[in-house]
């Protein structure tokens, strides 16, 4: 699961709790079905400098716990945060 919300986050360029929401309008929930789409918190995108370059997937927890261990992780190394 810590992979595909790293890949959401990345390929989205937005945290994966963001998905939740959107997958509740009719023209986003066909991509529900896509296999590596997670729309549950954990997942963030990593920011250097204003670029896209990867994303951050922790899974494990709730994801409260989640999504609190990827905002700490990525303010301890410095990305910049949405």
């Known amino acids: 699961m810590a992979c595909d919300k790293a890949w959401t986050a990345c390929s989205f360029g937005q945290p ?4 939740n929401s959107l997958m509740q309008e009719s023209h986003m929930a066909p991509l529900a079905s896509h296999p590596r789409l997670m729309a549950v918190g954990g997942g963030y995108p990593i920011f250097y400098q204003g ?3 990867g994303g951050l997937g922790v899974s ?3 994801y ?5 261990a990827a905002v700490k992780a ?3 190394t410095g990305f910049d945060k949405l």
């Open 16 to 19: 994966t709790h963001i998905w």
């Open 51 to 53: 670029r896209l370059i």
């Open 60 to 62: 494990g927890g709730t």
């Open 64 to 68: 409260e716990q989640d999504q609190e």
């Open 74 to 76: 990525l303010s301890l």
